[in-house]
């Protein structure tokens, strides 16, 4: 993963994306909307893509699912969060996204790459639910352990 997000390795794309796709299988009926986490501006521009937007993709194209980048995004760019503590994280991310209401009466599930202590895939569901989704799955391809 750390090859894909730093360092542009893209074909590890389809083999995480459709691994996702795989393990959404059993929501095709319930026809959610895949979404992911946005990144700030500034890091698209120097990374020039979005894994968690290219991971969507994959995994759409595998189960059958729409998938939208453009129904959430980041209000504000946060601070890094590699080397945040728990508290710092969710402090970080306060406010830091917003959701269109097109998602309104949607099941989402939100995708991301990695997840480590949680606060990102709660901050955006926070938002996703503010602006009225029923219900949202948060979907990662790696866990790790969580920072002190």
Partial sequence: MIRLKYRG?????????????????????????????????????????????????????????????????RERTTASQRRLSRDERRRNLQGAFVASERVSGRRVVLIDDVMTTGATCDAAAAALKRAGATHVLAAVVLRTPPAP
């Fill in 9 to 73: 390795a893209l074909p590890f794309v389809r083999e995480f994306g459709e691994r996702l796709g795989d393990a959404l299988a059993p929501y095709r009926n319930e026809t959610p909307l895949l979404v992911p986490v946005p990144l700030a501006p500034s890091r698209l521009a120097s990374r020039g893509f979005n894994q968690a937007w290219e991971l969507a993709r994959v995994a759409s194209r595998r189960v059958h699912l729409p998938a939208s980048a453009h129904v959430l995004h």
